[in-house]
């Protein structure tokens, strides 16, 4: 018989899954929330409201069917702080993104555009959102001359460097929140004290 799963299931695999946002300074992960796996789905409509309380992360769906929901789950001030930059805001305008009188892009405009194309299929400028670099989603979107060099969490483009160390940053990050939980911790006290780290985004 399959087992329904409680709130603290649900907040122990979203913190495994979004741990380099909580820790590593990701600015957003995507995760899908389905009732396949014990009616997880359920118990995020239920509890979603409370498991986000006093954190520095928030959430929006940005697809929904009765079998599950698409989430990203993000900081806002690291979303704010990608936003501000000229090469980001630059892409984001070629991608058909309209940026305010102030020339800047908000995160709830971002998030409503991300949740319009989702329903067509993942937009690819997703990426950017997600702490890929730049050149990397511009490689993959085709938009530059850059070649595949290396393979990893994602296809890199041109010099490794950047990207390998961005990996490793999210590596990192998943592995101290899976040896914090392994040691007894608490999920809603990873959640609310993630201690999230500050790193340029390029």
Known sequence: MRRISNTRDLVYRIVRCIAPTLVGGKPATVMNISNENGGLLD??????ADIFTGSQIDYYELKRTDKNAIVIFFNRSQLDRLLARIQVLRFLSDCGYESGSAGSLGVDYVLSVLKHRYAAGCPHEIGIFLG???KDVKGFMGLSSLKTTKRGMWCIYGNPKVSEKRMNEYRHAKNMVAGRLFAGENP?????????RVFELS
Request: glycine share 6%; charged share 30%.
């Open 43 to 48: 118990v995020w409509d239920r509890s979603r």
């Open 188 to 196: 809603f006290n990873i959640i609310r004290n993630g201690e999230i």
């Open 132 to 134: 890929i670099p730049l």
